[in-house]
């Protein structure tokens, strides 16, 4: 059975740094591209960032949405089939629920970023940034 969960959510204040984590178990991670998506009520899933699947140990093309870029950095680990999403400079219109979604094979952005395309999904862990 295929899981993702993610973890590390919780409340900052503007400026500050959350980590949150994707561990994956019953599937080969390395094959997986991983990609972070965020929503909040009445708003459609928006992908923040994304990272190719790749057989190396810590390797994979990342991809960020502009709202973003320079803040979040995506990574990952394949010897602990986990995928690290490190936000920092947080702002209030970050606050939403982060999902992690696993898409198989995937490697570009338009396949990556795309919440359509992903075959498992994780809970969702909250984020709340208040100014």
């Known amino acids: 059975q295929v899981q993702l969960v993610e973890s590390g959510g919780g409340s900052v204040q503007a400026g500050g740094s959350l980590r949150l984590s994707c561990i994956a178990s019953?599937?080969?991670?390395?094959?997986?591209?991983i990609g972070w998506f965020r929503q909040n009520p009445g708003k459609e899933l928006e992908c923040v960032a994304a990272?190719?699947?790749?057989?190396?140990?810590?390797?994979?093309?990342?991809y960020y949405a502009d709202s973003v870029k320079g803040r979040f950095t995506i990574s990952r680990d394949n010897a602990r089939n986990t995928v690290t999403l490190e936000m920092n400079s947080l702002k209030p219109e970050d606050t939403a629920v982060y999902y992690c979604?696993?898409?198989?094979?995937?490697?570009?952005?338009?396949?990556?970023?795309?919440?359509?395309?992903?075959?498992?999904w994780g809970q969702g862990t909250q984020v709340t940034v208040s100014s």
């Open positions: 979604a696993a898409h198989f094979s995937a490697s570009q952005a338009m396949t990556l970023m795309d919440p359509r395309s992903a075959n498992y």
């Open positions: 019953g599937l080969t991670f390395s094959r997986y591209g």
């Open positions: 990272i190719s699947w790749s057989v190396r140990l810590n390797e994979g093309r990342t």
